[in-house]
């Protein structure tokens, strides 16, 4: 687009026409050393270093375009595309920015535990950190099975919820070493055993619960 070639002849100093014609030859395959040496007059007498950083503006100005894009298509297909944040997008000057309005709709990566929570099983998942002793809880799974959710039976309605607590104590645990790494030597080994800790006491849960 015309914007782009505008803006590369302002952040590199040139004349509009001699960034169009630097991006017409690389369009159609030339080497930046054959621009340079063989090209002079068509370029303005655009040098090798002049010419390696047009390229370089140019590459990634296109991929940023390209990229705002996906991402309009992306949220416009969620039905969630406002005026303001389209007009957002289409004036963010980098990528990283682009990513930044992108991220609160980005569509989250289907683990095995986003499959489980599809399945209904987040409240079998409750119902065992609970660790009531009242509650029966293979009698708890066989109200999750469904053949329509692909449940077929306890055992998979349990090993369903065995992902959806792995994945929650997993992001707390990561949440939680983030928050500290950097501040103490001493918290950072204590939190390596604490994670050693609580995951063998999963583990035993998990069992007693007759997950695994």
Known sequence: PSDIIAAIAEELQIKKGQAE??????????TIPFIARYRKEATGSLNDEVLRNL????????NLEDK???????????????????KAILEAQTQVAVDDLYRPYRPKRRTRATIAKE????????????????????AEAA???????DVADEAAALAGAKDIIAENVSQS????????????????????????????YLQSTLENSRII
């Open 21 to 30: 014609a630097a991006v017409k030859l690389i369009d159609e395959g030339n």
């Open 55 to 62: 390229f370089d503006r140019l590459t990634y100005l296109r």
């Open 68 to 86: 705002k894009q996906t991402v309009l298509a992306s949220i416009e297909e969620q039905g969630k595309l406002t005026d303001e944040l389209k």
């Open 119 to 138: 399945k209904g099983l987040e409240p079998l998942a409750q119902t065992i950190l609970a660790q009531e002793s009242s509650v029966d809880i293979m």
């Open 143 to 149: 109200k999750y099975v469904d053949a329509e959710k």
């Open 173 to 200: 645990v990561l949440s939680f070493s983030y928050g500290i790494f950097y501040t103490n030597e001493f918290l950072l080994r204590f939190l390596c055993f604490g994670i050693l800790t609580l995951g063998q």
